[in-house]
Nanobody
Framework: QVQLVESGGGLVQAGGSLRLSCAASGIIFSSFTMGWYHQAPGKERELVASVSSGLTKYGDSVKGRFTISRDNAKNMVYLQMNSLKPEDTAVYYC?????????????WGQGTQVTVSS
């Protein structure tokens, strides 16, 4: 059974920082691309950042402010969020994409709320 469990969300003032964590189980973690997505009310879910085999990718709105990292030994992925803005307010979801038995699998966590006050 695959599980992705996020933690670290909360309320922070604009300009502040938060660190999100995602604990993964049930997958060969090192072989999966791990990512963070966010979804604001009334908007589509969109990529924040992803990491695979040392390659990172960021959404344009977070470049230079957020950093994604992973620890394959602990099956953890992190999102360090600095210089937070009110428009970063959203539910943040952990995502894992990889191949199992020749089939591409896409897994999601339950999400964690991040609220940035102005």
């Amino acid at each position: 059974q695959v599980q992705l469990v996020e933690s670290g969300g909360g309320l922070v003032q604009a300009g502040g920082s938060l660190r999100l964590s995602c604990a993964a189980s049930g997958i060969i973690f090192s072989s999966f691309t791990m990512g963070w997505y966010h979804q604001a009310p009334g908007k589509e879910r969109e990529l924040v950042a992803s990491v695979s085999s040392g390659l990172t990718k960021y959404g344009d709105s977070v470049k230079g402010r957020f950093t994604i990292s992973r620890d394959n030994a602990k099956n953890m992925v992190y999102l360090q969020m600095n210089s937070l803005k009110p428009e970063d307010t959203a539910v943040y979801y952990c995502n894992a994409v990889g191949t199992i038995g020749g089939i591409v699998r896409n897994y999601w966590g339950q999400g964690t709320q991040v609220t940035v006050s102005s």
